[in-house]
């Protein structure tokens, strides 16, 4: 089966700098999504960026952008410039390309302080 | 480490007919959700239950939709009467409420039901 992990329960930064998010996944497949969702207190999920496993390409939306490395299975997310309603809960996600099986790490709850 | 467990992992049904999804959230979380996914489009939230009732749904959540909580450990979704547009995964989220506010809550999500609606 498919896990995502995501080692940092907690980040914050300071408004306007860089910050990067982890996110590690095991799996036996070669074909595959990854996804960003951010979680405002809303409770909405929002999809933040999208990269598809067979794309070597990092994936980039804004101010947003992937450091993907395939081989290592890692998947993390850098947010730059970052922004006072960036402060979210951010999940890595995994989805297989054959079932749909879509597997969810447990979070990083990021803060930016002004 | 506890995990959200949903039950099917799979389920296929005729339009028209009546689905129950089913739950077992994290044992001493209080808070639940759930989400659906249609296929190639983004997570959206339906609706969360606290104390034995709806906190909040979304525009998604109306009259055919339904949840329960009928015992202590199992968290159910309801679609009465299914459309073909209810096809999607859904997936099942525990927190624990712990946190001071809102913004503190984390969510534990199940692997998600496929609802393949024909």
Redesign the interface.
Known sequence: ?QTVTQSQ?EMSVQEAETVTLSCTYDTSESNYYLFW?K?P???????VIRQEAYKQQNATENRFSVNFQKAAKSFSLKISDSQLGDTA?Y?CAFMSYN??????G??T?LTVKP | EPEVTQTPSHQVTQMGQEVILRCVPISNHLYFYWYRQILGQKVEFLVSFYNNEISEKSEIFDDQFSVERPDGSNFTLKIRSTKLEDSAMYFCASSDGTGLSMENEKLFFGSGTQLSVL
Not at chain 1, 41 to 47: A, G, K, N, V
């Open positions: 089966a329960p969702y979680q207190p809303s409770r909405q999920m929002i999809l809960m999940f079932n749909n099986d879509m597997r969810f447990a979070g709850r």
